[in-house]
């Protein structure tokens, strides 16, 4: 008798092949036995489960997280175990908090709460530091049962104010002799199970005092001679964020790279107007590469990367405001009382804005007063808006202004409206370009950011976006669900060397999704006060997910957490069981 048996479902598994109606067996937290309902000859289960009318699939795997701090003090991991994800990599972005001397805690908090829009107050209460090294970070991760698996790579900023204090904090050069030691750090953070090392290089990953992120400028000589440690350990890939700048030959140093190690290096792929490289050139210096020999791979975002805007989250169009500033740090029910207040209304809206000087002002410019660019959230809120959804034109359409239908929207239902302005991936008003990219195999999912960001993006999300809205509902043009499912499943986990899970074969994780695609729908954000020290973070659910199971166990059903806490932290590749190379 099996431990479990899903019988009748629409099994999509992961390969890319044709859905088909089928049966899976379950035993000892692998699958056992897969087959299909006519020719099924899997015995009963101590569990059946029928899945009738649903799509079955592996559970998702999402590479490109943030959760380096929540993972050592919560186990639920939401809102990624919300979204069907089984499998979390974090550690992106060069950011991370290990190594980490003693008298360095406060720094490593202050430069993920700058990148990541993480509450410091929430890292600084939430994580206990029982660790200095790398490998004892592992250990500590690895002590707490969690609903998902958990993997991380080796960040760069960490390294360095490890290996050179507050030389390394600056972004000075380092001598030979310190790279040396940065590369045996990684090194022996990929031993101890490190999937990856990673690094920033975009000006936009600052710490909350303004400095750019260590590494942000290292030579090439800094990046290959860590990547070379990577190599040395025998697995792992090298991933980074850029603003590509010409002059960095960002796609020479990751060519050679990759062509010596045999290393994948892969890099956040965004459609910007303000980026130096378009989104072509980067797919066509990639595909350039690849075919000498090179394994460069492209993150890609399914939506526009952008800011969810409200009163009471990170940024919004009056936070620049002069009457703004003078309650910025007030409690929330003092705010609402000026907000509320007519005379006060009309005198916020009467200020011209008063934006700091820095290198990101022409966009808090656009914060402020892009409001074609803006769009309201309401209920069933499509995220590939078109121009006539824009807050100018609703605006217009109202015989107001967009300032003052900006202040109503956000002041609705007690203060809890929401503006969403895609900063990135959007410059044409659509999604068309990445449908294209959906179907290229030098590209992978990524960019959730799950556990980052917390007052400004919602995309952990991001699994079920692509299956709601680009396998299911999107008006111009949607993808096929095996396509799908290959992509945020088998495509992610192969690249960091998962190579147990992502697909419905026997052998491999009981890592699996049961959805009822009719129902399947993302519910509305909310922001929450429920990190440490009543941190606050953007949240968002969805219904549709009958069951997501890990390792055997419902973790979740119909969106509910069980209790059940079989995930564990990932050490190293993960190769694939003799059962299943014998069944393929």
């Given at each position: 008798?099996?431990?479990?048996?899903?019988?009748?479902?629409?099994?999509?598994?992961?390969?890319?092949?044709?859905?088909?109606?089928?049966?899976?067996?379950?035993?000892?937290?692998?699958?056992?036995?897969?087959?299909?309902?006519?020719?099924?000859?899997i015995?009963?289960?101590?569990?059946?489960?029928?899945?009738?009318?649903?799509?079955?699939?592996?559970?998702?795997?999402?590479?490109?997280?943030?959760?380096?701090?929540?993972?050592?003090?919560?186990?639920e991991m939401?809102?990624?175990?919300?979204?069907?994800?089984?499998?979390?990599?974090?550690?992106n972005?060069?950011?991370?908090?290990?190594?980490?001397?003693?008298?360095?805690?406060?720094?490593?908090?202050?430069?993920?709460?700058?990148?990541?829009?993480?509450?410091?107050?929430?890292?600084?209460?939430?994580?206990?530091?029982d660790?200095?090294?790398?490998?004892?970070y592992?250990?500590?991760?690895?002590?707490?049962?969690?609903?998902i698996?958990?993997?991380?790579?080796?960040?760069?900023?960490?390294?360095?104010?490890?290996?050179?204090?507050?030389?390394?904090?600056?972004?000075?050069?380092?001598?030979?002799?310190?790279?040396?030691?940065?590369?045996?750090?990684?090194?022996?953070?990929?031993?101890?199970g490190?999937?990856?090392?990673?690094?920033?290089?975009?000006?936009?990953?600052?710490?909350?005092?303004?400095?750019?992120?260590?590494?942000?400028?290292?030579?090439?000589?800094?990046?290959?001679g860590?990547?070379?440690a990577?190599?040395?350990?025998?697995?792992?890939?090298?991933?980074?964020?850029?603003?590509?700048?010409?002059?960095?030959?960002?796609?020479?140093w990751?060519?050679a790279?990759?062509?010596?190690?045999?290393?994948?290096?892969?890099?956040?792929?965004?459609?910007?107007?303000a980026?130096?490289?378009?989104?072509?050139e980067?797919m066509?210096?990639?595909?350039?590469?690849?075919?000498?020999?090179?394994?460069?791979?492209?993150?890609?975002a399914?939506?526009?990367?952008?800011?969810?805007?409200?009163?009471?989250?990170?940024?919004?169009?009056?936070?620049?405001?002069?009457?703004?500033?003078?309650?910025?740090?007030?409690?929330?029910?003092?705010?609402?009382?000026?907000?509320?207040?007519?005379?006060?209304?009309?005198?916020?809206?009467?200020?011209?804005?008063?934006?700091p000087p820095?290198d990101?002002a022409?966009?808090?410019?656009?914060?402020?007063?892009?409001?074609?660019?803006?769009?309201?959230?309401?209920?069933?809120?499509?995220?590939?808006?078109?121009?006539?959804?824009?807050?100018?034109?609703r605006?217009a359409?109202?015989?107001?202004?967009?300032?003052?239908?900006?202040?109503?929207?956000?002041?609705?239902?007690?203060?809890?409206?929401?503006?969403?302005?895609?900063?990135?991936?959007?410059?044409?008003?659509?999604?068309?370009?990445?449908?294209?990219?959906?179907?290229?195999?030098?590209?992978?999912?990524?960019?959730?950011?799950?556990?980052?960001?917390?007052?400004?993006?919602?995309?952990?999300?991001?699994?079920?976006?692509?299956?709601?809205?680009?396998?299911?509902?999107?008006?111009?043009?949607?993808?096929?669900?095996?396509?799908?499912?290959?992509?945020?499943?088998?495509?992610?986990?192969?690249?960091?060397?998962?190579?147990?899970?992502?697909?419905l074969?026997?052998?491999?994780?009981?890592?699996?999704?049961?959805?009822?695609?009719?129902?399947?729908?993302?519910?509305?954000?909310?922001?929450?006060?429920?990190?440490?020290?009543?941190?606050?973070?953007?949240?968002?659910?969805?219904?549709?997910?009958?069951?997501?199971?890990?390792n055997?166990?419902?973790?979740?059903?119909?969106?509910?957490?069980?209790?059940?806490?079989?995930?564990?932290?990932?050490?190293?590749?993960?190769?694939?069981?003799?059962?299943?190379?014998a069944?393929?």
């Open positions: 008798m099996h431990d479990m048996v899903i019988r009748n479902g629409t099994i999509v598994d992961g390969t890319g092949a044709a859905a088909f109606t089928g049966d899976i067996a379950i035993d000892g937290g692998r699958i056992s036995a897969v087959a299909t309902a006519a020719g099924s000859k015995g009963p289960g101590r569990q059946e489960v029928d899945a009738t009318g649903l799509h079955v699939t592996p559970g998702f795997v999402d590479i490109h997280t943030h959760y380096d701090g929540q993972a050592t003090w919560d186990s939401a809102p990624s175990s919300w979204h069907g994800v089984t499998t979390v990599v974090m550690g972005c060069g950011v991370g908090f290990a190594p980490a001397k003693p008298d360095k805690h406060d720094w490593l908090i202050g430069l993920m709460e700058g990148v990541e829009d993480i509450p410091g107050t929430a890292l600084a209460e939430g994580m206990t530091w660790w200095e090294t790398f490998p004892e592992m250990d500590a991760l690895a002590k707490r049962p969690r609903t698996d958990v993997a991380t790579h080796v960040p760069h900023g960490a390294v360095r104010a490890y290996v050179m204090g507050d030389r390394g904090a600056r972004n000075e050069v380092p001598t030979e002799h310190e790279i040396a030691q940065m590369s045996a750090i990684v090194e022996d953070g990929l031993k101890a490190a999937l990856g090392f990673s690094t920033s290089r975009t000006v936009l990953h600052k710490s909350i005092d303004g400095e750019l992120v260590p590494g942000t400028t290292a030579t090439k000589e800094e990046l290959i860590i990547g070379r990577v190599a040395r350990a025998g697995h792992g890939v090298f991933e980074m964020a850029s603003d590509l700048k010409r002059e960095w030959d960002e796609f020479g990751m060519g790279l990759s062509q010596e190690t045999g290393l994948p290096v892969t890099f956040a792929m965004l459609q910007s107007i980026k130096e490289l378009p989104w072509e980067q066509a210096e990639t595909a350039k590469w690849n075919a000498a020999g090179a394994n460069i791979v492209a993150q890609i399914l939506r526009g990367n952008g800011i969810l805007m409200a009163w009471r989250g990170t940024v919004h169009p009056f936070k620049f405001k002069p009457s703004w500033a003078e309650i910025d740090a007030a409690p929330w029910a003092e705010q609402w009382a000026r907000i509320s207040n007519p005379a006060w209304k009309a005198k916020l809206l009467a200020e011209p804005d008063v934006i820095s990101i022409g966009l808090l410019q656009v914060v402020t007063q892009g409001f074609a660019l803006h769009y309201e959230m309401g209920a069933d809120f499509n995220y590939e808006p078109t121009a006539a959804d824009s807050i100018a034109a605006a359409a109202a015989g107001v202004s967009p300032a003052e239908y900006t202040y109503d929207l956000l002041s609705a239902d007690g203060g809890t409206g929401f503006i969403y302005f895609p900063i990135l991936n959007y410059a044409d008003g659509n999604l068309d370009f990445v449908e294209g990219l959906l179907h290229r195999d030098d590209v992978v999912i990524s960019l959730s950011d799950g556990g980052a960001h917390c007052g400004t993006i919602c995309d952990a999300a991001s699994p079920t976006f692509l299956l709601q809205h680009w396998v299911r509902d999107r008006t111009r043009g949607t993808i096929a669900i095996e396509n799908a499912i290959r992509r945020q499943c088998s495509d992610t986990a192969r690249l960091y060397g998962m190579h147990d899970r992502g697909e074969r026997p052998g491999l994780l009981a890592d699996i999704n049961l959805i009822d695609m009719k129902a399947l729908k993302l519910g509305a954000p909310w922001m929450a006060f429920d990190l440490p020290a009543g941190g606050k973070r953007l949240l968002q659910k969805a219904v549709g997910y009958v069951l997501t199971i890990k055997g166990e419902v973790t979740f059903r119909n969106g509910t957490m069980t209790g059940a806490l079989p995930g564990t932290l990932v050490r190293g590749p993960q190769s694939r069981p003799a059962v299943a190379l069944a393929e």
